[in-house]
């Protein structure tokens, strides 16, 4: 099946400093690659996703980056602030409804210090 | 629109008990998921369910069984609940079943079993 390992478990960085969060995965036939950020206390909730017939996508301060040939991707989080501390997670998926089913990474904990 | 909606909220439950966990949809998703989240393990896939009436076993499945008797519902049950299921457990939904999809997570239902 699926394994995907997450890189760091956790990140300090001061606020105004770029994040960048690391992803692989050993299945290559994954072709959807979403990110889920989870504040203390909270559920998580999808920021940004991306799928294999695309390199790279943006949405404002986030993006995301794929290497389908390495099997890796990573979230870019640039001018960071305090409110995107929390735990990010990746994820991958074949999309083979036989299967039904993401993969999550264990998670990264960021945290901006102001 | 609720979304989608879990309970308890939390719960004690001595170790032997059967325990059942509530999990509802309003947005008529084909798609949902059971989720354990451990302190540094990330999510893990307990069960999941393609569509109303079909059901498959997650990464984590022993000691759950689910059921999914129509589109909105989704329960979860511990037929005798062990203090290695103390968790939080998070039900998610999916427009679709391929796993290529936004997940929309509930609240999540902390679970404590001595």
């Known amino acids: 099946g699926e394994n995907v390992e997450q890189h760091p478990s956790t990140l300090s960085v001061q606020e105004g400093d770029s994040a960048v969060i690391k992803c692989t995965y050993s299945?290559?036939?994954?072709?959807?690659f979403p990110w889920y950020k989870q504040e203390l206390g909270k559920r998580p909730q999808l920021i940004i996703d991306?799928?294999?017939?695309?390199g790279e996508k943006k949405d404002q301060r986030i993006a995301v980056t794929l290497n389908k040939t390495a099997k890796h991707f990573s979230l870019h989080i640039t001018e960071t602030q305090p409110e995107d501390s929390a735990v990010y997670f990746c994820?991958?998926?074949?999309?083979?409804?036989?299967?039904?089913?993401?993969?999550f990474g264990d998670g990264t904990t960021l945290t901006v210090k102001p | 629109i609720a979304g989608i909606t879990q309970a308890p909220t939390s719960q004690i439950l001595a170790a032997g008990r059967r325990m059942t966990l509530r999990c509802t949809q309003d947005?008529?998703?084909?798609?949902m998921y059971w989720y354990r989240q451990d302190l540094g393990l990330g999510l893990r896939l307990i069960h999941y369910?393609?569509?109303?009436?079909?059901?498959g076993k997650g990464e984590v499945p022993d000691g759950y069984s689910v059921s999914r008797a129509n589109t909105d519902d989704f329960p979860l049950t511990l037929a005798s609940a062990v203090p290695s299921q103390t968790s939080v457990y998070f039900c998610?939904?999916?427009?679709?079943?391929?796993?290529?999809?936004?997940?929309?997570f509930g609240p999540g239902t902390r679970l404590t079993v001595l």
């Open positions: 998610a939904s999916s427009d679709d079943g391929s796993g290529a999809d936004t997940q929309y």
């Open positions: 299945d290559s036939a994954s072709n959807y």
């Open positions: 991306i799928r294999s017939n695309v």
């Open positions: 994820a991958a998926s074949t999309g083979d409804t036989n299967a039904g089913k993401s993969t």
């Open positions: 947005m008529r998703h084909n798609a």
């Open positions: 369910s393609n569509t109303a009436g079909t059901t």
